[in-house]
């Protein structure tokens, strides 16, 4: 009793909410089937169409080297430190050289001695020879000149091998560029080739190195024309070009991926672009302008024939077509439709 006294006194709320529930419900249904009518349904209409490949890599050097002693010793002189820019060839470390050089000095009075020596028993072969020994003595005084002979060899080598350790207690760069890191940067100090390596990057030899999957890389060729944009430069986009792509694949990857070298355009004299720097390179690989196209989801097939369903009169006519490229999941309609022509699935 008192529900119906309530609804009689405010009958006008309940007739409000009413009226908005309904509309609710029809506004909701109106929308779903024009959603399902906009999904099932498609204007055929001029567009231009086209396939891209976008790939991830980063920047990396042609010339980068590191440089380390072949053996252990005490540290006397380091000639840079990071950040230094050396030229090619330039010296940049060595090893205290003191020991290996009175070695040097050893081995090359050896040297002269076995010379010596040598020449004496040259003299006295000849000498043998010509006085009208026998022959054993003869073979005799021949085997004493070859044992000299070797002996004067393996002198000479002994030198060259010294002058050698005196070579490798020396670093110098093979190329010019920046000094990355230095292992270790102060003399006086006993070090093994690990401890003391010198690392130098060469700024002008820089490229973008991208990774491309074998169903990727056969997409690309030398030559092939892309345009970069790196993470640190997010508003500029840099034209370059495929310079290189790897025969075999990269070693250290999960799948089967090449490497593919990007030569681009630069002014590195500030070091705007540096070594590590990630970024994406987009290439245009197929492009049709101003075609009819319509999605490959509305097509269907008889008989090895193509056909889609047009609507005319709010009647499905069944229309074959011929078709041409697809890029994307969209189809170009060589013939049989024209533009504003409605087709429903």
């Not at 991208?210 to 997409?219: G, I, L, R």
């Given at each position: 009793?008192?529900?119906?006294?309530?609804?009689?006194?405010?009958?006008?709320?309940?007739?409000?909410?009413?009226?908005?529930?309904?509309?609710?419900?029809?506004?909701?249904?109106?929308?779903?089937?024009?959603?399902?009518?906009?999904?099932?349904?498609?204007?055929?209409?001029?567009?231009?169409?086209?396939?891209?490949?976008?790939?991830?890599?980063?920047?990396?050097?042609?010339?980068?080297?590191?440089?380390?002693?072949?053996?252990?010793g005490r540290l006397s002189w380091v000639g840079v430190k990071e950040g230094d820019y050396v030229k090619k060839y330039q010296g940049v470390a060595s090893l205290d050289q003191r020991e290996v050089q009175q070695n040097l000095k050893k081995y090359l009075n050896t040297f002269v001695n076995e010379r010596l020596d040598y020449d004496q028993e040259l003299q006295d072969a000849q000498i043998k020879y010509t006085g009208g020994l026998s022959e054993d003595a003869r073979r005799e005084a021949l085997r004493v000149l070859e044992k000299a002979q070797y002996d004067l060899n393996n002198a000479i080598i002994d030198v060259e091998l010294k002058n050698l350790a005196i070579e490798y207690s020396y670093l110098a760069s093979p190329i010019e560029g920046i000094v990355i890191r230095v292992g270790s940067p102060y003399a006086g100090v006993n070090i093994t080739p690990a401890q003391a390596?010198?690392?130098?990057?060469?700024?002008?030899?820089?490229?973008?190195?991208?990774?491309?999957?074998?169903?990727?890389?056969?997409?690309?060729?030398?030559?092939?024309?892309?345009?970069?944009?790196?993470?640190?430069?997010?508003?500029?986009?840099?034209?370059?070009?495929?310079?290189?792509?790897?025969?075999?694949?990269?070693?250290?990857?999960?799948?089967?991926?090449?490497?593919?070298?990007?030569?681009?355009?630069?002014?590195?004299?500030?070091y705007k672009y540096r070594v590590g720097m990630t970024g994406d390179v987009d290439f245009l690989l197929r492009q049709r302008k101003n075609i009819l196209a319509i999605p490959a989801l509305f097509i269907k097939s008889d008989k090895g024939k193509k056909y889609v369903y047009k609507l005319e009169n709010n009647k499905k006519i069944k229309t074959y077509i011929t078709l041409g490229d697809e890029i994307d999941e969209v189809v170009v309609v060589d013939s049989g439709l024209k533009e504003n022509d409605e087709i429903v699935k």
């Open positions: 009793m008192k529900l119906m006294a309530l609804i009689k006194k405010r009958w006008y709320l309940f007739a409000g909410f009413i009226i908005l529930l309904i509309l609710v419900l029809y506004q909701r249904d109106f929308s779903q089937i024009k959603s399902s009518k906009e999904k099932t349904t498609y204007k055929v209409k001029r567009q231009t169409i086209k396939e891209e490949l976008s790939l991830s890599g980063e920047i990396e050097a042609e010339e980068h080297v590191t440089l380390r002693f072949q053996s252990s390596e010198i690392e130098i990057v060469n700024p002008n030899t820089i490229y973008f190195s991208v990774a491309a999957d074998q169903t990727e890389v056969v997409k690309l060729k030398e030559g092939k024309k892309g345009n970069i944009v790196f993470d640190a430069y997010p508003d500029d986009q840099i034209k370059s070009e495929v310079d290189k792509i790897s025969f075999i694949p990269k070693e250290g990857e999960t799948g089967t991926v090449y490497e593919v070298k990007m030569y681009f355009d630069y002014d590195n004299s500030d």
